[in-house]
């Protein structure tokens, strides 16, 4: 993304892509759109999640691709479920069986539908979406690992989401040697992770996380969830990176809008309800230096002359006043700098929109 805050010089790019990180409470499942409406859904919740529901809310009426990134519950638990009610043309899995039952009625629902084309995921992979956008994947490579700390989850279908300059990174529940596999292959940078297998101590090691350089990191994770996660070591090398941290449990469903150019990110809940949810317990806090939002009885709207250097709470640009993507900050994500070197000194940077 820094390329494009410096200005994007490629083709001009039809439209956004939008990326839902879906909040299933604990497990993954996240919605992928073009401009010219591909959809693809990566993972499908847990077996008790509202999929359904979600889908529906978030306006999906067809699917063209559904991959699951590996057999665990809480990504397939109701893979069948979507796969009955929006048929993909392509179906995608990392090619292990597992013993559960959810999966085996998922296979089912999978071939019961000539429909559906079944294809294993495997490095080389490459799903060409609208022009300027492509979902490849990148591992499992042609051996699987064996002998892991979790077969299953080292062999997630990890996949890589690329418009325009903009980079996103979907690793499933892969593990050390997963990541260890991608820094091998140069993975190289990344501007978004959805951070692999809800933010366990067994993933996010330093030395990927050095190398991807994500400037957004989403955790899909349920409160109170019984695994611990996300891991206090995990969460202070994601902390180290400097990336925005956003999870699912505190935020509800993160939504990532990119231009090609940059990358945008909307959550679901206010500020208030993540507060009233969730302590602040071990989260690193990139806004505390900010002043704090204007109260709602006189709050300035970034087209105001009380508002020269908009900038939101959830993003590293800061804008000028009447900038059209500055307008579409909401009220409640709004802060206002008085002067540029103010933005800056607070480590946000000028936004490529508009360059101020
Ligand atoms: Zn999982
Ligand atoms: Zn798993």
């Given at each position: 993304?820094?390329?494009?805050?410096?200005g994007?010089?490629?083709?001009?790019l039809?439209g956004?892509?939008?990326?839902?990180?879906?909040?299933?409470?604990?497990?993954?499942?996240?919605?992928?759109?073009?401009?010219?409406?591909k959809?693809?859904l990566?993972?499908?919740?847990?077996?008790?999640?509202?999929?359904?529901a979600?889908?529906?809310?978030l306006?999906?009426?067809?699917?063209?691709?559904a991959?699951?990134?590996?057999?665990?519950?809480?990504?397939?638990?109701?893979m069948?479920?979507?796969?009955?009610?929006f048929?993909?043309?392509?179906?995608v899995?990392?090619g292990?069986?597992?013993?559960?039952?959810?999966?085996?009625?998922?296979?089912?629902?999978?071939?019961?539908?000539?429909?559906?084309g079944?294809?294993?995921?495997?490095?080389?992979?490459?799903?060409?979406l609208?022009?300027?956008?492509?979902?490849?994947?990148?591992?499992?490579?042609?051996?699987?690992f064996?002998?892991t700390?979790?077969?299953?989850?080292?062999?997630?279908?990890?996949?890589?989401?690329?418009h325009?300059?903009d980079?996103f990174?979907f690793?499933?529940?892969?593990?050390?040697?997963?990541?260890?596999?991608?820094?091998d292959?140069?993975?190289?940078?990344?501007?978004?992770?959805?951070?692999?297998?809800?933010?366990?101590?067994?993933?996010?090691?330093?030395?990927?996380?050095?190398?991807?350089k994500?400037?957004?990191a989403?955790?899909?994770?349920?409160?109170?969830?019984?695994?611990?996660?996300?891991?206090?070591?995990a969460?202070?090398?994601?902390?180290?990176?400097?990336?925005?941290?956003y999870?699912?449990d505190?935020?509800?469903?993160?939504?990532?809008?990119?231009?090609?150019?940059?990358?945008?990110?909307?959550?679901?809940?206010?500020?208030?309800?993540?507060?009233?949810?969730?302590?602040a317990?071990?989260?690193?806090e990139?806004?505390?230096?900010?002043?704090?939002?204007p109260?709602?009885?006189?709050?300035?709207?970034?087209?105001?002359e009380?508002?020269?250097f908009?900038?939101?709470?959830?993003?590293?640009?800061?804008?000028?006043?009447?900038?059209?993507?500055?307008?579409?900050?909401s009220?409640?994500?709004?802060?206002?700098?008085?002067?540029?070197?103010?933005?800056?000194?607070?480590?946000?940077h000028?936004?490529?929109?508009?360059?101020?």
């Amino acid at each position: 993304m820094f390329a494009a805050l410096l200005g994007f010089v490629g083709a001009a790019l039809a439209g956004e892509v939008r990326v839902d990180v879906i909040d299933v409470g604990q497990g993954d499942a996240i919605l992928i759109r073009t401009p010219a409406n591909k959809t693809i859904l990566i993972d499908a919740g847990d077996r008790g999640s509202n999929m359904l529901a979600q889908l529906a809310k978030l306006g999906v009426d067809h699917l063209d691709l559904a991959i699951a990134s590996h057999p665990h519950a809480d990504h397939v638990g109701q893979m069948a479920a979507v796969v009955n009610a929006f048929p993909p043309k392509v179906y995608v899995d990392n090619g292990m069986p597992h013993t559960t039952q959810t999966y085996e009625d998922l296979m089912r629902a999978v071939e019961a539908n000539p429909a559906i084309g079944y294809r294993e995921g495997k490095r080389g992979t490459v799903f060409n979406l609208d022009d300027g956008a492509k979902l490849e994947v990148l591992l499992p490579g042609d051996t699987r690992f064996s002998n892991t700390r979790s077969d299953l989850n080292s062999n997630s279908v990890v996949t890589r989401l690329t418009h325009g300059d903009d980079c996103f990174l979907f690793p499933g529940d892969g593990e050390e040697p997963t990541e260890r596999a991608l820094l091998d292959m140069d993975v190289g940078e990344c501007d978004v992770l959805k951070v692999a297998h809800h933010g366990s101590n067994h993933s996010s090691v330093s030395a990927f996380l050095s190398a991807l350089k994500p400037s957004i990191a989403v955790i899909s994770v349920g409160i109170g969830n019984r695994y611990g996660h996300p891991g206090e070591e995990a969460m202070s090398r994601l902390g180290a990176t400097g990336a925005t941290i956003y999870r699912t449990d505190r935020d509800g469903t993160v939504s990532l809008f990119s231009t090609g150019g940059g990358i945008r990110v909307e959550t679901e809940k206010s500020e208030g309800e993540q507060a009233a949810n969730v302590p602040a317990a071990g989260m690193p806090e990139p806004e505390k230096a900010l002043p704090a939002a204007p109260e709602a009885a006189n709050t300035p709207t970034a087209q105001d002359e009380a508002c020269p250097f908009p900038a939101s709470k959830k993003s590293e640009v800061f804008h000028e006043a009447g900038c059209g993507n500055a307008a579409k900050i909401s009220s409640g994500n709004l802060v206002c700098f008085p002067s540029k070197e103010e933005a800056e000194k607070s480590g946000k940077h000028s936004a490529g929109c508009c360059h101020p």
